[in-house]
């Protein structure tokens, strides 16, 4: 099965003369015909997006479902994460937020929710710290509700998953001050808010594409949780699997003069070059999206730091999404990032544009499987 990625790279070489060239191909060419009939079938869809009527089928669910994101939930995810005293990865807190976070998955996400724990050792110490998975089965009756780490190289892990990720850690100025005050309204309890939301939402559907949700630790500190997590996924030959990383780092304060300005993170030149088109394609995807779903104006930059590298690092496509937030929020890892300094509606038009996102890739998937 193609990837989605390998299908997007390709949409500008299909063309509508080659429906009947492999349509007349023989059993023996069968294998090409496929794949080009998706690459039409694609090709079709993506340059109909802004001209397709909202009265058509496939619109007007995915209308519907966007009306299930609730505001009023995000800002209590918010407030209630920038309670904690701090979030920093090296202090006693951290452990009562990712058992929370835990606890909350298991509430609101239908699938398979766990623990990944890792050991990091830093300055002569040793921690022992959590990342927190769904992975969402509302489709795969083959899936244990059980599992775990040990069993994530099972066969259920299966071909196009799109991981949804954001740091649940937090920090003060001085990263050295463990137990400073550090609510971390916008970094990142933004971004932790929004996958808790899609996972509760997106995990009920039945979905042809295969979704985690996961929240990562020592994001600060440089990347700890989701290089452990990427690491561990390639020992077990499971990135193979992974078509796209969407990563949430900053996404609930909005400008004064920008406020409906979003940031689309694409790879440009990082360590695997052959992946740059892919993630580019599908920054002016979701650009696409933005425009057709939400009052977004999204902005393609290039990658900066965060746990996006830690994918592109293992040869997974990916794309970041933020407000620019380390540039222009005046809290920025200050004892100040609260939630009253978010805006809650940019934060909510950050999620539908997201899960608009993943609802169109989904319907794309359906639509092209039915040429092969």
Not at 87 to 114: D, M, P, Q
Not at 175 to 181: D, F, G, V
Not at 200 to 208: D, M
Not at 229 to 247: A, F, G, M, P
């Amino acid at each position: 099965m193609l990837s989605i990625m390998t299908i997007f790279s390709n949409l500008n070489f299909a063309n509508s003369s080659n429906i009947t060239q492999t349509t007349a191909n023989n059993n023996n060419n069968y294998s090409y015909s496929c794949a080009t009939s998706i690459i039409v079938c694609l090709n079709s869809i993506h340059h109909n997006l802004h001209t397709q009527s909202k009265k058509e089928k496939d619109n007007i669910q995915i209308d519907h479902i966007l009306e299930q994101v609730n505001s009023t939930k995000l800002k209590e995810y918010v407030d209630l994460l920038s309670s904690f005293h701090t979030r920093h990865t090296k202090s006693h807190h951290i452990e009562n937020v990712a058992n929370w976070l835990k606890s909350e998955f298991e509430n609101i996400c239908k699938g398979s929710v766990f623990f990944y724990n890792y050991t990091q050792s830093d300055q002569n110490q040793t921690f022992h710290l959590k990342n927190i998975i769904c992975i969402s089965n509302s489709n795969k009756s083959d899936i244990n509700n059980n599992i775990s780490k040990q069993n994530l190289s099972s066969s259920s892990y299966h071909n196009n998953t799109i991981i949804i990720g954001a740091h649940y850690d937090s920090r003060a100025k001085n990263i050295n001050n463990t137990y400073a005050r550090a609510p971390g309204a916008d970094d990142n309890a933004s971004g932790v808010s929004a996958v808790l939301e899609l996972s509760r939402i997106l995990s009920h559907l039945n979905l042809k594409l295969n979704l985690q949700f996961v929240l990562f630790s020592g994001e600060e500190q440089g990347l700890w949780g989701s290089k452990n997590y990427v690491k561990y996924l390639d020992n077990n030959n499971q990135t193979k699997n992974i078509d796209l990383y969407i990563n949430f780092d900053m996404i609930g304060h909005s400008s004064y003069n920008e406020s409906n300005k979003v940031i689309l993170e694409y790879d440009v030149g990082n360590k695997y070059k052959k992946n740059d088109k892919y993630s580019k394609t599908i920054a002016l995807f979701i650009k696409q999206i933005a425009s057709k779903y939400t009052n977004l104006n999204a902005t393609l930059s290039k990658l900066e730091g965060s746990d996006f590298l830690s994918f592109e690092a293992s040869n997974i496509t990916v794309i970041g999404i933020h407000d620019e937030g380390s540039k222009k929020n005046p809290h920025y890892h200050n004892s100040t990032d609260l939630p009253h300094t978010l805006n809650i509606e940019y934060l909510t038009s950050v999620t539908k544009m997201t899960l608009a996102t993943i609802l169109e890739l989904d319907n794309l998937i359906i639509k092209c499987k039915l040429y092969c």
